[in-house]
T-cell receptor, first 114, second 116 residues
């Protein structure tokens, strides 16, 4: 069974701090790894990673994938209170053709205090 | 608004009643997914459509659950004889099937079901 594990499960920081969120996975036939941000509503897409070692960056957020060690990290620099949310890691895996479901981790609850 | 939409946003029902939720995907997306999310957990996959064909169902989807996408556009998820354990957020997502591409799933706002 596909498994995605995120750590830490929760994190409290002060504005301006840098945080690193971790995601490890065990899946069959990996296709991609995705990061989502979830506030009190549906998840919103952040990044999709398919290749090892290539950093994806969007403003203060960046992410990288290591397909050999089966993990990804999401970095947030100069955190702001608006970054407070649950960050979800999901892995898309399958045998191709018909199987495109995502397996999610439990998420990391990030709280940024002013 | 060209995003994924879901209706209703909230549903309160009594145990034993049937409920039906609707999802309208992004118009050019031919893949549609249903997930269920409970408090403190990530979304869990329920089922997936490519156009009108239901290609996979999770073992979480008991025989009380049925999903349809009759014309390959909107989808409905019905839960019969609801139980308190069905209380959750039901999320719909859609993605585009591009040749040789891996496309991200975009989520709707969800339907929060409370079974009393």
């Amino acid at each position: 069974e596909d498994k995605v594990v995120q750590s830490p499960l929760s994190l409290v920081v002060h504005e301006g701090d840098t945080v690193t969120l971790n995601c490890s996975y065990e899946v069959t036939n990996f296709r991609s790894l995705l990061w989502y941000k979830q506030e009190k509503k549906a998840p919103t897409f952040l990044f999709m990673l398919t290749s090892s070692g290539i950093e994806k960056k969007s403003g203060r957020l960046s992410s990288i994938l290591d397909k050999k060690e089966l993990f990804s990290i999401l970095n947030i620099t100069a955190t702001q209170t608006g970054d407070s949310a649950v960050y979800l890691c999901a892995v898309e895996a399958g045998s191709g053709g018909s199987n495109y479901k995502l397996t999610f981790g439990k998420g990391t609850l990030l709280t940024v205090n002013p | 608004d060209t995003g994924v939409s879901q209706d209703p946003r909230h549903k309160i029902t009594k145990r034993g009643q049937n409920v039906t939720f609707r999802c309208d995907p992004i118009s050019e997306h031919n893949r549609l997914y249903w997930y269920r999310q409970t408090l403190g957990q990530g979304p869990e996959f329920l089922t997936y459509f490519q156009n009108e064909a239901q290609l996979e169902k999770s073992r979480l989807l008991s025989d009380r659950f049925s999903a349809e996408r009759p014309k390959g556009s909107f989808s409905t998820l019905e839960i019969q004889r609801t139980e308190q354990g069905d209380s959750a957020m039901y999320l719909c997502a859609s993605s585009e099937d591009g040749p040789g591409t891996v496309d991200e799933q975009f989520f709707g706002p969800g339907t929060r079901l409370t079974v009393l």
